[in-house]
């Protein structure tokens, strides 16, 4: 293992829990190279670039990146990093853990989220003092990619056990055109390789969801339903302080928990570092430390079932004492 990881810790809790996540790596991939960069409100505010040309390349060049959370300026950073990497599809699991005290503790979904285009291609305009517009981008190519990796992705059953197949999520009842194209595009796919597919409303998911979570195994989505929606299923299953996701590219990856910065818990010591440790596991599989990347998992598995516990999941330990016993057992 001798791997460049670029590390972007941003701002806020990012700066916390991404160290934590660098500790576990240390502990089972001592050969790592990891090369620090900057992003951020912070780095904003001293040179007015939110992400400096340096770190972009950093992450462009690396292996794999680890990154934090940005603040007011999350779109500045996030949104070409997602490009310095070509990431296509931003894979975000959630999934209940013995020992936490989640909604339904029976959730276990993946959601596999388009990453590039949606209403978040930035096409926004002011059209005058009164109106303003978006014009959402849809394109046959980007939502096959999407549904090849979907594919692959349940052939290789990385998704949920209780499930086959994938649904697909979308609004194409009344966004006929452009959910229409991710729709047919997704499932003609899934039909090419046989994999079983079925289909929700994004806004009925979003009531089944959480009504019994046991029905959706892994879920294929736009960029802004995948956004919201797996932030509703950490509600779930016990908060953002669990959340793990990765941008998949063609030959890169970045990886980074779902939350942002949280300012209200910001430079105490009590951030719950299980996101980013998670994060760490899954950049380890991206580069097929398999063996290594479980060892994770299942130490954070232990610490979340026997404690230490952050205060979001009802305990009172610190960002490093949690941390620690991560390390401990792996
Ligand atoms: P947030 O995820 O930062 O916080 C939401 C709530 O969850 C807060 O109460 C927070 O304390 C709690 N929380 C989040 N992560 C936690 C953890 N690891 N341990 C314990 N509690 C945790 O979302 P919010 O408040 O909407 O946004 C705060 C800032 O973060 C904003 O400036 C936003 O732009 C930015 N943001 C950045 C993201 C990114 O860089 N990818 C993603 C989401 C938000
Ligand atoms: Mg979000």
Redesign the pocket.
């Known amino acids: 293992m001798s791997e460049r990881i670029a590390v972007i810790e ?5 700066q ?2 991404v160290p934590a996540a660098i500790e576990v790596l240390e502990a089972v991939a001592p050969s790592f190279e990891f090369v620090a960069g900057d992003a ?2 912070a780095v904003k505010a001293a040179t007015g670039e939110a992400l400096p040309a340096e770190t972009y390349e950093l992450a462009a060049d690396a292996d794999a990146t680890l ?9 500045e ?2 949104l070409p990093l997602r490009d310095a990497v070509d990431s296509f599809v931003n894979v975000r699991p959630a999934k209940a853990y013995p020992g936490v005290d989640a909604l339904r503790p029976e959730t276990d979904v993946v959601f596999l989220r388009e990453n590039t285009e949606g209403v978040y291609a930035g096409h926004e305009t002011r059209l005058s003092d009164d109106l303003s517009t978006l014009t959402r981008v849809v394109t046959g190519s980007a939502s096959r990619e999407l549904a090849e990796y979907a594919c692959e992705f349940v052939a290789e059953r990385r998704g949920p056990a209780h499930r086959d197949g994938f649904t697909v999520v979308h609004k194409a009842n009344v966004m006929r055109e452009t959910d229409g194209r991710f729709k047919r595009t997704v499932h003609a796919v899934a039909d090419d390789h046989g994999v079983d597919a079925d289909e929700e409303l994004m806004d009925a998911f979003a009531t089944k969801l959480p009504l019994d979570p046991t029905q959706y195994g892994v879920v294929v989505c736009p960029n802004l339903a995948g956004d919201v929606l797996s932030d509703l299923a950490a509600g779930l299953v016990g ?4 959340l793990p996701s990765a941008n998949v590219g063609h030959d890169n990856a970045l990886f ?11 430079g105490e010591g ?7 440790v998670l994060s760490a596991a899954m950049l380890l599989e991206y580069l097929g430390h398999a063996a290594a990347g479980e060892r994770v998992r299942s130490a954070v598995e232990t610490v979340l079932s026997d404690g230490p516990r ?4 009802g305990g009172d330990a610190t ?1 490093a004492a949690v941390t620690a016993a991560i390390v401990d057992r792996v």
């Open positions: 941003g701002d806020g809790i990012g916390e829990v951020g409100d990154f934090g959370a940005a603040g007011e300026t999350a779109a950073v996030i908060g953002l302080g669990l980074e928990p779902v939350h942002g910065t949280a300012p209200d818990i910001a009590v951030a719950n570092p299980t996101a980013a952050t205060g979001d999941l960002t």
